[in-house]
């Protein structure tokens, strides 16, 4: 026993030995990496990706890329050079690429980055390795473009859109570029004499992903910690406003079948962007319109839980993460902007107007304050929703951030009496992010609380999150006590709504999970193999009073092949705890009980490299005291750079109590891209569990710089009986990006 407990308090010794370690010795890549830009004499700097100005004849040259993935111990295999240089308007950058076979998915933007041959900036102007931009292009001139954090849970969502200028040129053995960046985009103090940046190149043909800083395995390749320094010789000149008005128009025809109905609209609204100082902006929406935003790709529901479908409505996209960036967002989450003008099915709620300040009020201090009123509609009274959100920086890359959150209700009082849960919602809640400076650890303690009419306990949960990667692994930890009284009317959680079948109501039921994750990465220096992952994870969740609620470990081997191709197999177990039955379609529901269940399921994807590639999925075992099957199939055909043909199923046969039911999901998706500029998208998705069959045609014609015509049309079917008319839908709409 002594022996065990003195090895324990090694390991721990050593993990924290480890952890002060990395945090205060990391070598500073603003030193071993710097570029300085080189001022334009040229009377005109045309972006042509030609390079034939007399600015890239002498702007200082990056050292050698690095490999960055699936290794980081060699140089790239096929090189990268970047030059960048200014004028009084724009940040210019240019690149030379080496290389063969430019694959480009696509002709859309912010779409295939990382599966296709491209090249990014990096940017983190205000140089403090907490937010930064991204300005990514494909050999075939596709931009793409984001902003990015250093949030745990943050990925890429492509949202953030601002015009800026590139274009390409493709040789034999080679591709150039030109980026364009103004400077009235960015956020910057002119007296800065450092900012950060780095270049990432995913090269498809190699299937590595090379960086100009030498950026370790552990870390994705944008990680704003990994940038080198741009070194002003002199000051960048001072940023001009940034003003944006953008007006729309939309209309259309609209039909009700079921009820016998028929609709036409013609509406009109407009955004507006006005930067107050170079890193503060303020963004205004008047009767906001998202017809022309893609449908939610449908989901198969197998469990008793809510499912998160991602925001996609572009207001609400931008700056999103000083909001959002909460505990853990697809889980748990004080604010999830899809309550704001969606019903709980997805339906729009008339939104009248919304006003956003977002941005840096000092060079620490990160805020972001939010208005939004919606029109009443059905049952449903007008509500207003307000969000302020704090992030002050401390330490060199650890941040505080605190929140407010209040939702209220236009009632009567009379309707308040009756219905006082409707009234308001409120939420405020504080969390600091420790990350130490090389990146390798952070801990996320977080307090959070909720106030509703009548409700004084049970109203708050508290979250701990800590994590720590080193080359080889990554461990992840994360504890949460949700109170059965925390309310959330912005906000998200998978499991904190509960509903009982058998009384045909729903309530809160409090919980506290515990989550455990370990990833163990091999990689082989020689042969097919890219990369073995080895990943296991355990989940115990328990009820207020401690009594069991369920708990699930599962276990997964993936293999990544050089070739781009992936395997994996996966093991689960569950041991659940049912205290109240659920639907699963009309005929088959699920019995409170005890139940304990395996299931097992192995995947193979191919090579997304040739035009014809497939993922195949096979799952089996238990299910709730019955026996499941999965099948999931995905096919996809590109023809470069036009076309793209793809089709998703989901095929569920479930055996429970004697009956057997046939669950199935077909998806297939068609994207015409005749030009950079014009595009049309085919989505048909066709449910049995939510017996419903849609449609969804959008042609997109962008005309000018950020400016559209949009052209969809819509059409919902009932699955049963089959192809039953419920509604359809032909609508336009067309905006004007203005810069005043």
């Known amino acids: ?320 993460d000083i909001f959002a960036d909460y505990v853990i967002p697809q889980f748990m989450t004080p604010f999830f902007s899809r309550k704001i003008g969606l019903d709980d099915d997805g339906n729009p709620i008339p939104i009248q107007y919304g006003v956003r300040l977002s941005g840096n009020l000092t060079p620490t201090l990160r805020i972001g304050a939010m208005n939004m009123q919606t029109a009443s509609k059905g049952n449903l009274p007008q509500q207003n929703y307000s969000a302020i959100s704090l992030y002050q920086r401390l330490l060199k890359r650890s941040t505080l951030k605190t929140y407010f959150l209040n939702r209220t209700s236009h009632m009567s009082s009379e309707e308040k009496r009756l219905n006082p849960m409707l009234s308001y919602g409120r939420n405020a809640g504080i969390e600091f992010q420790y990350i130490n400076t090389a990146g390798t650890f952070s801990i996320y303690p977080s307090l959070h609380y909720s106030w509703k009419e009548g409700i004084t306990n049970e109203n708050w949960f508290y979250n701990i999150q800590a994590r720590y990667r080193e080359r080889n692994y990554q461990v992840f930890s994360d504890f949460i006590n949700v109170g059965t009284n925390y309310y959330a009317d912005m906000g998200f959680s998978t499991r904190l709504k509960t509903y009982d079948m058998e009384r045909d109501t729903s309530f809160q039921v409090g919980f506290k999970e515990w989550f455990k994750r370990l990833d163990y990465y091999i990689r082989p220096q020689k042969g097919k193999i890219n990369t073995i992952t080895l990943n296991g994870w355990d989940s115990q969740v328990w009820n207020p009073d401690y009594s069991k609620n369920e708990h699930i470990m599962e276990l997964t081997t993936e293999i990544g092949f050089k070739n781009r191709s992936h395997f994996y197999l996966k093991a689960n177990r569950s041991h659940i705890f049912l205290a109240y039955p659920f639907e699963l379609t009309d005929r088959l529901a699920v019995d409170k009980a005890t139940y304990v269940f395996n299931k097992l399921s192995v995947q193979y994807a191919s090579s997304n490299s040739k035009p014809l590639y497939f993922t195949l999925r096979l799952g089996m075992g238990g299910y709730y005291g019955g026996k499941i099957e999965t099948l999931k199939p995905s096919l996809t055909y590109r023809v470069q750079p036009w076309g793209n043909f793809s089709l998703n199923a989901e095929w569920n046969r479930i055996r429970l109590k004697g009956i057997q039911e046939h669950i199935l999901l077909v998806s297939p998706k068609v994207e015409i891209n005749f030009t950079n500029n014009l595009f049309w998208t085919t989505f048909v998705q066709y449910n049995t569990q939510a017996t419903n069959v849609n449609i969804n045609s959008r042609l997109q014609w962008r005309y000018k710089s950020m400016s559209d015509f949009f052209l969809v049309y819509t059409d919902n079917y009932a699955s049963d009986p089959f192809l039953k008319i419920k509604n359809r839908a032909l609508v336009f709409k067309l905006n004007y990006w203005l810069n005043l």
């Open 1 to 320: 026993m002594k022996t065990a407990r003195s090895k324990t308090q090694f390991l721990l010794l050593y993990l924290c030995i480890s952890i002060l370690k990395n945090g205060y010795s990391q070598s500073d890549f603003h030193q071993k990496f710097r570029l300085i830009p080189q001022k334009s004499t040229d009377r005109y700097l045309q972006v042509d990706g030609k390079l034939n100005e007399k600015v890239w004849a002498t702007a200082p040259r990056t050292t050698p890329f690095w490999e960055s993935k699936p290794n980081d111990k060699d140089v790239a295999k096929t090189q990268t050079t970047v030059q960048v240089a200014y004028d009084a308007k724009y940040l210019y950058v240019a690149a030379k690429i080496e290389g063969s076979n430019f694959v480009s998915q696509t002709r859309k933007r912010d779409q295939g980055f990382w599966d296709s041959e491209s090249f990014a900036v990096i940017l983190d102007p205000m140089n403090q390795r907490s937010n930064g931009f991204f300005f990514g292009i494909s050999a075939n001139n596709v931009q793409s473009d984001d902003l990015l954090s250093s949030a745990l849970f943050r990925d890429m969502t492509f949202s953030w859109d601002n015009t800026w200028l590139s274009a390409t040129q493709v040789h034999a053995g080679f591709w150039t570029l030109e980026i364009a960046i103004p400077f009235r985009i960015l956020p910057y103090k002119s007296e800065k004499s450092e900012w950060g940046i780095n270049f990432v190149r995913p090269d498809f043909n190699n299937n590595e992903i090379t960086t100009w800083t030498n950026v370790p395995v552990n870390f994705w390749p944008i990680d704003l910690g990994q940038t080198g320094a741009l070194c002003w010789q002199e000051a960048p000149p001072k940023p001009s406003k940034n003003i944006a008005l953008i007006p729309y128009t939309t209309g259309g025809l609209s039909q009700e079948r079921e009820v016998s109905t028929q609709t036409t609209t013609l509406n009109a609204g407009f955004d507006a962007k006005y930067a107050l100082t170079p890193s503060l902006n303020l963004d205004l929406t008047v009767n906001p319109d998202f017809s022309q935003i893609e449908v939610d790709a449908q989901q198969t529901n197998l469990g008793r839980f809510s499912l998160y479908f991602p925001e996609k409505r572009t207001f609400f996209l931008e700056n999103a």
